[in-house]
Nanobody
Framework: QVQLVESGGGLVQAGGSLRLSCVAS????????MGWYRQGPGNQRELVAL???????NYADSVKGRFTASRDNAKNTAYLQMNGLKPEDTAVYYC??????????????WGQGSLVTVSS
């Protein structure tokens, strides 16, 4: 059993900043790719940032230059630093990870979601 627990969402004015955290726990052998997704009102879930196990990070064009994704492998934790927030960034943000358990079984796991609301 593995799980991802997110924290850090909230309400912020346009131009402000927030940082999301995502901690993985359970029977973990290795965390492979980790990513952040979001789903805004009436929209499909979309990729925000993807961090590969090889160390590269890819961002959606809409957040490039404003958002920074990072991970601390020693703490099984991922972060999403969001600066210059815009009202269109309002969404529920989800952490996602591909985790290999100690049993060598690989799972895809989602966090519970964090609501980020940006007021104009």
């Amino acid at each position: 059993q593995v799980q991802l627990v997110e924290s850090g969402g909230g309400l912020v004015q346009a131009g402000g900043s927030l940082r999301l955290s995502c901690v993985a726990s359970g029977s973990i052998f290795r965390i492979n790719n980790m990513g952040w997704y979001r789903q805004g009102p009436g929209n499909q879930r979309e990729l925000v940032a993807l961090m590969t196990s090889g160390g590269s990070t890819n961002y959606a064009d809409s957040v490039k230059g404003r958002f920074t994704a990072s991970r601390d492998n020693a703490k099984n934790t991922a972060y999403l630093q969001m600066n210059g927030l815009k009202p269109e960034d309002t969404a529920v943000y989800y952490c996602h990870a591909e985790i290999t358990q100690r049993s060598m079984r690989t799972l895809e796991v989602w966090g519970q979601g964090s609501l980020v609301t940006v007021s104009s």
